[in-house]
T-cell receptor, first 114, second 111 residues
Framework: GAVVSQHPSRVICKSGTSVKIECRSL??????MFWYRQFPKQSLMLMAT?????????EQGVEKDKFLINHASLTLSTLTVTSAHPEDSSFYIC??????????FGSGTRLTVV | DAKTTQPPSMDCAEGRAANLPCNHS???????VYWYRQIHSQGPQYIIH???NNETNEMASLIITEDRKSSTLILPHATLRDTAVYYC????????????FGAGTRLTVKP
């Protein structure tokens, strides 16, 4: 079955530094990847959609200069949280699809900014 | 995409069937019903999807009403490991549009 690997699973960083999260589709080529954020006791909130070789499309209210998304290949998308602050602490989840016929989610990254 | 309404929480006894309802009264003819679940601190896991016929796989059964305005996910023999938040999502299949999550139902399976 389709597998999406997300790395790291947990990261703690100092306020003001940047953190990169990787999302890889291991056994399929993902035409589109999505990034979600989830705060405690809340549902997943879509942050952005990225297509390989194109600029990401961000949801309203998500700062594109703060959350940099790179989708350089059909198997890899990265999310970089720049100049992280404590309010950016959250659970970040990616998902990948090939043509919309199946959505596979990564296991998530718990980001804590101290 | 059509919106869905689910109860915020449900309890189920271990070994019994868990029936999770979902209302999607504004569903369009080409929209599928998808169910995912999220166990604490993990990414969502696909369970099942359907268009209008009832569906069954190794995890669950999906019952969709004839008018397609509601559906029920059935876990036939719930175990403690089925404790999770269950999300019902309706969307068109086969495009690259995003998968958007509502609040879901928090199912607690009790011994």
């Amino acid at each position: 079955g389709a597998v999406v690997s997300q790395h790291p699973s947990r990261v703690i960083c100092k306020s003001g530094t940047s953190v990169k999260i990787e999302c890889r589709s291991l056994d399929f080529q993902a035409t589109t990847m999505f990034w979600y954020r989830q705060f405690p006791k809340q549902s997943l909130m879509l942050m952005a959609t990225s297509n390989e070789g194109s600029k990401a499309t961000y949801e309203q209210g998500v700062e594109k200069d703060k959350f940099l998304i790179n989708h350089a290949s059909l198997t890899l998308s990265t999310l970089t949280v720049t100049s992280a602050h404590p309010e950016d602490s959250s659970f970040y989840i990616c998902s990948a699809t090939r043509g919309g016929y199946g959505y596979t989610f990564g296991s998530g990254t718990r980001l804590t900014v101290v | 995409d059509a919106k869905t309404t689910q109860p915020p929480s449900m309890d189920c006894a271990e070994g019994r069937a868990a029936n999770l309802p979902c209302n999607h009264s504004t569903i369009s003819g080409n929209e599928y019903v998808y169910w995912y679940r999220q166990i604490h601190s993990q990414g969502p896991q696909y369970i099942i999807h359907g268009l209008k016929n009832n569906e069954t796989n190794e995890m669950a059964s999906l019952i969709i009403t004839e008018d397609r305005k509601s559906s029920t996910l059935i876990l036939p023999h719930a175990t403690l490991r089925d404790t999770a938040v269950y999300y019902c999502i309706v969307r068109v299949r086969g495009n690259n549009n995003d998968m958007r999550f509502g609040a879901g139902t928090r199912l607690t399976v009790k011994p």
